[in-house]
């Protein structure tokens, strides 16, 4: 029987937007690399499969309330390869605003430096401070950004392929240490990125790292058929899940590719009490710390800076609300999310944002730690998910309480591992090392 895959999502001091002011989150400044190298070192102790560290690649506008990851991943994940032996370790990074040539090198650095543990969660910025930070006005539409990715995709591939696996030599008494043959350039010449190549570094354990990707509008789930290895997504109820499990995978056959090489994992954030009324109690305790101000402006970048400030807190929703979300050039798939969501509940505009500000458009499960151990067996037999992004509301409270109480229960029903049977990201997903296209 297949066991699931758990990640260990690592926001703020916990996905909660207000974790940061709650009483049990860590005392750690978010700027101390012991706050990520000690969360990743539970995790290990775990055998959790990895830990994924997002990115934004500008200051958010409510900084004066709500912290983020300040730390740049690549290099965080560089210190917590040297502390870790065996969890695999997600980064996220731009195809918009980054040089494919600067990116494969760093991470088949950190591959190296981690012996194979490295996945790169695959974005296409949307926000519009980070292209003013970037030299470019406003924000790049939604296919363009998709368009730029599919080119960097094929640049960054054809750099991790440009060293055969024996090209390396090391032959101290010839004095070759490569065989200049199995290195090769790739002439790489598109509309975006015109790249010579080769790579100046060795092929790197894993070959490539393992491919992340968490879009999942119509684009974004195409672009996760053609490439994807993990796809982390958000989903509000199990039907959703399903549906989206079921047509990407269909998505990922059509590609031709295997949809088992493709493990699926949505967000899950667990709000863990001994009963269903703690629970509940820790869950109240955090929406009180909330501002839901804060969450009203969170909505409008969401919403590519629509203007939600004519709407009451207390007055139900509709529909009609929202602009159309297939109009939106930013955070499309969450904000088809949040639409579904206005037109299945009618929830008020409050209850709206302190759903939001828990779980952030991904699923929500308060209660003791069996209803939470219920709730992931069951969308991973009933095809909804081939694991967990963990999300826990606050941190490192919460992970401490689903590591004691749920993963024993998960062992129990012989639903997660016991110990790793592999040391690279590659063997704990079950995925193949990619043979290199060297022709």
């Known amino acids: 029987m297949p066991h699931m895959h758990i990640n260990l999502f690592i926001q703020g001091r916990g996905h909660h937007e207000s974790a940061w002011r709650h009483p049990k989150s860590s005392r750690l400044p978010l700027t101390d690399i012991r706050y990520t190298v000690e969360l ?71 591959d190296h430096i981690s012996r194979g543990r490295v996945g790169w969660n695959i974005v296409t910025t949307w926000s519009p401070q980070a292209g003013a930070n970037f030299g470019h006005i406003g924000q790049f539409a939604h296919a363009d950004r998709y368009e730029r990715a599919e080119e960097f995709m094929s640049v960054v591939k054809g750099l991790w392929d440009s060293w055969a696996d024996d090209a390396v030599l090391d032959d101290r008494a010839s004095g070759r240490y490569a065989d200049r043959r199995r290195v090769r350039a790739i002439d790489h010449k598109g509309p975006n990125y015109p790249v010579l190549g080769p790579l100046n570094m060795p092929r790197s354990p894993q070959g490539r790292p393992v491919f992340v990707q968490a879009g999942s509008s119509d684009t974004g789930r195409r672009f996760a058929a053609r490439h994807a290895e993990a796809v982390f997504t958000a989903h509000l109820e199990k039907a959703a899940a399903q549906a989206f499990y079921a047509d990407l995978k269909q998505l990922v056959a059509a590609e031709g590719r295997d949809p088992g090489s493709v493990v699926i994992l949505p967000g899950i954030n667990p709000v863990i009490g001994s009963t269903e009324a703690e629970a509940e109690r820790y869950a109240a305790e955090l929406d009180e710390l909330s501002d839901p101000e804060v969450g009203r402006h969170r909505l409008s970048q969401r919403f ?52 939001l500000a828990g779980a ?55 639903l997660f591992r016991e110990c790793y049977e592999g040391e690279t990201l590659r063997s704990h997903f079950g995925l193949s090392r990619p043979d290199v296209r060297f022709g």
Not at 331 to 352: G, I, K, N, W
Not at 391 to 405: G, N, R
Request: charged share 20%.
């Open 40 to 110: 990743a070192q539970k995790a290990e102790a775990s055998q959790f499969d990895s830990i994924f560290l997002a990115d934004v690649l500008g200051l958010w506008n409510d900084v004066e309330s709500t912290p983020f990851n300040w730390l740049e991943p690549i290099t965080s994940l560089a210190a917590v390869a040297m502390a870790t032996s065996r969890i695999g370790l997600i980064a996220t990074c731009s195809t918009t605003y980054t040089e494919p040539y600067n990116l494969a090198r760093q991470f088949a650095s950190l």
């Open 360 to 414: 952030r458009g991904h699923f929500t499960v308060t209660g003791p730690p069996e209803k939470i151990a219920d709730v992931m067996q069951d969308w991973f037999q009933t095809a909804a998910a081939d694991g967990f992004n963990l999300m826990p509301p606050v941190l490192p409270h919460q992970l401490d309480l689903f590591i004691a109480e749920v993963v024993p229960l998960l062992r129990r029903r012989n």
């Open 304 to 355: 590519g800076g629509h203007d939600f400030s004519n709407l009451a807190l207390d007055q139900p929703l509709s529909v009609g609300d929202f602009p159309d979300p297939s109009t939106n050039e930013a955070s499309r798939s969450r904000t088809e999310a949040v639409v579904a969501l206005v037109a299945r509940e009618r929830p008020t505009l409050r209850q709206l944002l302190a759903k």
